[in-house]
C-alpha cells in the first residue's frame, strides 16, 4: 500500500535516488525503528527512520558502528545513504523470506543448511574483537539481566499472565533471577553477540543468511546468540535437528577458540542462558500485548513459556524460579 510521506522523507529520497515512485510501509518488529520499502521504477530500496538516530552524530551511532565491524565478514544489507537530520537511512533491499517464513516451506536438509550458514555467520560475529567503545563497552551485567528479569516479572506475569504475585513470591522469584543473573555473569568467557539472532532478523539473499537488526550488539556469553537462534520463539525445532545443530555449534565454537567449555559446562550455561532469554522474550510480548496492544505477540507466549521447565529440569539451580514461575505460566 502506497502511503502519503512527509517533506523530510521526500528530500532524502529525491537526493539519494532521484526520487521515487511508491513507499509501502514493512511491518517491524518489537522497536521504535519504522521501514518502508520504496520503488523507483524497477529498483526497490529499504527506507529506514531511527528515532535515536535524529539530530545525532553518525560517529557512534550504534548501527553504523556495528555495520562497519561486520560488513567484511558477515553477509548484511549495503548502507546506500543515510541523514542523521530526520534520523533516516536507506538500505539495500534483501527482500522478505525471512528465515521464519522460509523454514516451514523447506524441506529438513534445506532448513539444516540454512542453520548451519547461520550458526557460521554467528562464527563470523563472535570472534571480532575489540575494547572500549560501544559495542564493546556494553555487556549482559547482571544490572541488565536484572532489568529483563523484571520487565519480566511486570509485563508478562502481572500484565500479560495478570498473575497476582504475592510479595513473598515476587521477592522470591527475584530473588532466584539474582541467582541465575549472577551465575551468567562470566566476562572472562565473553564475545560479541548480535543480542536478537533469530529467524526473524535473518533474511533469506541469494540462498544465503542476511543479517539485519544488529545495533544492539554487546558482549556476553557465547551461548546466548547460539540460544537466541536455536530456541527462539518464532520457530521451534525438533528435537533431532536441534541436537545436531547445538553439537554443530559447540564443536566449531570450540576449534575457533570461541569457547573452550568442556561439553557439561557448555550446557550448563546454554540451559541458565536459554532460561533467561526465553524469559526476557516473554516480558517483551508480554509488554507488546498488554500495554502496547499489539495481539499478534500473543502466540508465541506459549511456544516460549513451554521451553522453561525442560531447563529446569537439567538445571538444579533454576528450580526455585520453575517452581515459582509454573503455577502462573500453565494456567493460561
Sequence with gaps: MDI????????????AMGGFTAVEPLAGDASTRRYWRVRAGERTCVLCRDPGFINGPEAGY?????HNLLKDTVPVPEILAMDSGPGLFLLQDLGDDLLEYVCPLSDEQTVTRLYQSSIENLFSI???????????SLSFDVEKLMFEFDFFIDHALQGYFRAGLSERDREGLRTAFLEI???????????LNHRDYHSRNL???NDIPYVIDFQDARMG????????LLRDSYITLGDGIFDYLKNYYYEGGREMDIHSMGRDEF??????MAFQRNVKALGTFGY???VKGNARYERYMRPTADYLGDYAERQEQLGKAWRVLRNYLNGR
Design 4 to 15: 502519503q510521506v512527509d517533506e523530510d522523507i521526500r528530500s532524502f529520497l529525491a537526493g
Design 181 to 191: 543473573a549472577g551465575a551468567l555473569y562470566r566476562p572472562e568467557f565473553f564475545v
Design 221 to 228: 556469553l557465547p551461548q546466548y546468540d547460539a540460544v537466541s
Design 288 to 290: 507488546q500485548v498488554s
Design 62 to 66: 550504534p548501527f553504523l558502528v556495528v
Design 267 to 272: 550446557n550448563y550455561y546454554f540451559d541458565l
Design 126 to 136: 563472535q570472534m571480532i574483537r575489540g575494547k572500549g567503545s560501544v559495542p564493546f
Design 203 to 205: 533474511i533469506i539473499f
